[in-house]
């Protein structure tokens, strides 16, 4: 599936949709965005399960805000609904798939769990 560009308006739509879904903040003036886009859709199109969205920051800048974007690109992956990675620069093609495959194979269930026990 190709990336699909998210807006304030249907952000939380899309995290309440998709179990797993990794966004992209960039801009167009932004260098390492440029180069990061094509290793980002490559990603998107191996991994048809996952929800690859792309937020344009300059249009978007109340969602930027609102996602504490200091820096980009950053990107981020949400895992039903929760904040699982966050971090800003271009990855390569096998940061990235590192990074798809640890989101993936991550157990939701064991997360809450010790996020409970740390936080009676």
């Known amino acids: 599936m190709a990336t699909i560009d998210i807006t304030e308006q249907n952000f939380a739509e899309t995290l309440e949709n998709n179990e797993i879904v990794f966004v992209d903040f960039w801009a167009a003036w932004c260098g390492p965005c440029r180069m990061f886009a094509p290793t ?24 930027a805000a609102a996602a504490s974007i200091t820096s980009i690109p950053t990107l981020m992956a949400f ?5 699982v990675f966050s971090q800003p620069g271009a990855l390569n093609a096998t940061g990235l798939e590192e990074v798809i495959l640890g989101v ?17």
């Open 104 to 120: 993936k194979n991550l157990d939701m269930d064991k997360l809450r769990a010790d996020s409970a026990q740390h936080h009676p």
């Open 40 to 63: 980002y859709g490559a990603a998107a199109e191996r991994h048809a399960d996952i929800t690859f969205a792309k937020v344009d920051t300059e249009a978007e800048q109340a969602l």
């Open 79 to 83: 895992k039903d609904k929760t904040l």
